[in-house]
């Protein structure tokens, strides 16, 4: 049951340009959804956050917006840099219940 | 800024051997939880563990798996009899308060090969 999608395996962008990362859910009453990002070698790092209350939540150069009527989330980086180059993981939940995870977005940024 | 530690980083062991996944949790952190991703595929819960106990598992988390607390600083999981399917990288992760609106913490995960 695949809850949450990232249909984009890959995706390279030019340094300072916009990098924008998708991810569809599927169960309408996910209310909290996260995006974490990962090295090599190393574990997810949480990087931003929203609840069901918002549409977006601006995190310095990160923004994530939430279309609850489509079940749509994105991050979009601004301006992207190569140190973003990495895996993007969405994840979301109802609260109380574990997270569900998609299977990641690896954003490569071309200086 | 407090970190997540799993031990090994590999481990490889032949189908059918019992492994053991260690993981020290942030010292302030009450729940604690195991995910996995096999290669190309989505990140995978497979347990939650709060107050000694197991709080919530996935289908995945048959009776092969088990978890420990063993004493009052480290975090296992236990596969009894390795299958091929199990390899994955594990990732161990806690936090504070749950599968409440708070993000987990993730370790640097273990690559387990089972051969």
């Known amino acids: 049951d695949q809850q949450v999608k990232q249909n984009s395996p890959s995706l390279s962008v030019q340094e300072g340009r916009i990098s924008i990362l998708n991810c569809d859910y599927t169960n309408s009453m996910f209310d909290y959804f996260l995006w974490y990002k990962k090295y090599p070698a190393e574990g997810p790092t949480f990087l931003i956050s929203?609840?069901?209350?918002?549409d977006k939540n601006e995190d310095g150069r990160f923004t994530v917006f939430l279309n609850k009527s489509a079940k749509h989330l994105s991050l979009h980086i601004v301006p992207s840099q190569p140190g973003d180059s990495a895996v993007y993981f969405c994840a979301a939940s109802k609260t109380g219940n574990q997270f569900y995870f998609g299977t990641g977005t690896s954003l490569t940024v071309i200086p | 800024e407090p970190e997540v530690t799993q031990t090994p980083s590999h481990q490889v062991t032949q189908m059918g051997q019992e492994v053991i996944l260690r993981c020290v949790p942030i010292?302030?952190?009450?729940?604690f939880y195991w995910y996995r991703q096999i290669l190309g595929q989505k990140v995978e819960f497979l347990v939650s563990f709060y107050n000694n106990e197991i709080s919530e598992k996935s289908e995945i988390f048959d009776d092969q798996f088990s978890v420990e607390r063993p004493d009052g600083s480290n975090f296992t999981l236990k596969i009894r009899s390795t299958k091929l399917e199990d390899s994955a990288m594990y990732f161990c992760a806690s936090n504070q308060m749950g599968f409440t609106n708070e993000k987990l913490f993730f370790g640097s995960g273990t690559q387990l090969s089972v051969l």
């Open positions: 929203i609840s069901s209350i918002k």
């Open positions: 010292s302030n952190h009450l729940y």
